[in-house]
């Protein structure tokens, strides 16, 4: 079992509120990634850090901020939730490559927005 | 899909038989993996082959890669119905672990 937390498990929340998705880690990986999965789809990265200080915008576009404070935290945060942001938003981390290595996952959390 | 299609996008089967899919991707890359969800879950990493290598065993596993037709397969044997999940293919163009995922292929495994 990997040791990657994500909370809230489950949100469902208003439109126009401000959220925060929890990730940690406790296994010093200065890699984490956040990706975003619709039922039954393949997962897109939206967010990556290499380490404290480090973020950046992954492949799909999103309106959700993170930020790397601590090497072990690394949350997510949306300023205005909408409809469209609901979706299941899953937290991983990896060990310093090259050689490239596995990311382990958190259990996600699923986000909807009425 | 943002990198490949993975092949068939559901399979159902039998305990006891055994299990492939497929995955094409469009890139040249460093290395792919493959990842179990089991019910919406987070995903868990089942094994990594890298560009250099063609086949890969891991217990009940076996992964292929062919990187002249851009195309990977996994085979679990002797499949159980705790193998009942969905499989992700993830592949990694420039070796820094940014992972582009398949759409995944949902196996169902019967008693």
């Known amino acids: 079992e990997a040791d990657i937390y994500q909370t809230p498990r489950y949100l469902v929340i208003g439109t126009g509120k401000k959220i925060t998705l929890e990730c940690s880690q406790t296994?010093?990986?200065?890699?984490m990634y956040w990706y975003q999965q619709d039922p039954g789809m393949e997962l897109h990265l939206i967010h990556y850090?290499?380490?404290?200080?480090?973020?950046e915008k992954g492949d799909l576009s999103s309106e959700s901020t993170v930020s790397r404070i601590r090497t072990e935290h690394f949350p997510l945060t949306l300023e205005s939730a909408r409809p469209s942001h609901t979706s299941q938003y899953l937290c991983?981390?990896?060990?310093?490559?090259?050689?490239?290595?596995?990311?382990?996952f958190g259990p996600g959390t699923r986000l909807t927005v009425t | 899909s943002q990198q490949g299609e993975e092949d068939p996008q559901a399979l159902s089967i039998q305990e006891g038989e055994n299990a492939t899919m497929n995955c094409s991707y469009k890139t040249s890359i460093n290395n792919l993996q493959w990842y179990r969800q089991n019910s919406g879950r987070g995903l868990v990493h089942l094994i990594l082959i890298r560009s250099n290598e063609r086949e890969k065993h891991s217990g009940r596993l076996r992964v292929t890669l062919d990187t002249s037709k851009k195309s990977s397969s996994l085979l679990i044997t002797a499949s159980r119905a705790a193998d009942t999940a969905s499989y992700f293919c993830?592949?990694?163009?420039?070796?820094?672990?940014?992972?582009?995922f398949g759409a995944g292929t949902r196996l169902a495994v019967h008693p």
């Open positions: 296994m010093g990986h200065d890699k």
């Open positions: 993830a592949t990694d163009p420039g070796g820094y672990n940014k992972l582009i």
């Open positions: 850090s290499y380490g404290v200080n480090s973020t």
């Open positions: 991983a981390s990896s060990d310093t490559g090259p050689p490239a290595l596995e990311q382990y």
